[in-house]
């Protein structure tokens, strides 16, 4: 099967449709330790019989809902720059968003399944050229794609240092909400100085490297010296499909067993790839097992941080087992 070709229509950039505050923004401990790259994230979308709007009318649709996103969420419209001592901030400038205008010879279903994995996917996101100065570098990227059965796709990469993906997810689903013609629901949390240690500082003991497992290395295979030998392995890409049905399933399963504190759909995907992956692999019970997780502090916060904070706000949790205690 031949790769898909996708071409480049045309480029702009949409700014907010209505003046925005200018400045510099402040960034968090939390968004200073996020890595500079941009995160994608896809939405596809199959022909209907009848669009609701004519195809040639949906780039015009994006544009003017984004120009509306971008008043209340200005941050994305703005850029990076460096500050001295390896930190950041963020310039509120309403230099836009860089939106693409694309369109690819393949078919929807030629991308479906397994197939999309011998495909180059980052064909259907926009490009990010991070040999430009950092300032020079779009916050937000669109891409949308029409393909040549009359579906589209929406790329859409945004930079982790400005927001999490809980926010960047709000952000989409807003803007979305804006494409339908209906209002904006309550407006994003920009001030980022909730993350600002108290005055004075609560009293706590030093903290312990030791305490920290991020800092100490990952277990190795019980007989193994180092992990030379697993670097060495190839590593192939896999599409795991769950239905909405095998997840309830598992939640059941989950819930229903002893001590269960109402597991969410993302718990219980995690604990069940962490348990397969660990019966693939044929470990002994014994094997230490290490899983990374991520979590929103938002409502761990004490108080809660409002669930509609724009920016970083997730932080890495690393769980520890033996194989056996997990099967």
């Known amino acids: 099967m031949n790769m898909p070709i996708v071409t480049i229509k045309g480029c702009s950039t949409v700014r907010p449709c209505e003046e925005t505050w200018t400045g510099t923004m402040a960034l968090s401990e939390w968004d200073q330790t996020s890595c500079l790259t941009h995160v994608p994230s896809s939405f596809f979308f199959r022909p209907p019989n009848t669009w609701l709007s004519a195809p040639s009318a949906i780039v015009d ?5 984004l120009s509306t996103a971008l008043v209340p969420f200005y941050p994305l419209a703005g850029c990076l720059q460096w500050i001295g001592n390896g930190r950041l901030q963020l310039q509120c400038n309403a230099v836009g968003v860089r939106f693409i205008d694309a369109e690819c010879d393949s078919s929807l ?9 011998s495909y180059q996917p980052s064909n259907l996101f926009p490009s990010v050229d991070y040999s430009l100065p950092l300032q020079e570098l779009p916050l937000c ?23 999490d993906g809980a926010g960047a997810f709000y952000f989409i689903f807003e803007w979305a909400r804006l494409a339908r013609g209906k209002p904006l629901q309550p407006f994003p949390f920009l001030d980022r100085s909730v993350f600002r240690a108290g005055q004075p500082p609560l009293p706590m003991p030093p903290p312990s490297i030791d305490d920290y497992l991020q800092y100490k290395n990952w277990p190795l295979l019980l007989g193994q ?13 896999a599409i795991l499909r769950i239905t909405k049905s095998q997840i309830e399933h598992l939640r059941k399963m989950a819930n229903d067993k002893p001590m269960a504190c109402g597991f ?15 019966k693939a692999r044929g470990l002994k019970e014994e094997q230490p097992t290490s ?8 409502s761990r916060m004490r108080p809660q941080l409002p669930r509609e904070y724009f920016g970083t706000a997730t932080f890495d949790v690393i769980a520890q087992s033996v194989v056996g205690d997990l099967l």
């Open 61 to 65: 649709t994006l544009k003017l809902s």
């Open 225 to 237: 010296l180092d992990n030379s030998e697993e670097i060495k392995k190839k590593t192939t890409k």
């Open 141 to 163: 990227l669109v891409q949308l794609t029409t393909f040549k059965c009359g579906g589209i796709g929406i790329g859409i990469t945004i930079s982790h240092a400005v927001v």
């Open 109 to 117: 279903d030629d991308l479906a399944g397994d197939s999309y994995l």
């Open 264 to 278: 969410t759909w993302y718990e219980i995907i995690c604990g069940h790839m962490w348990r397969t992956a660990c």
């Open 291 to 298: 899983l990374i997780i991520v979590i929103d502090s938002r």
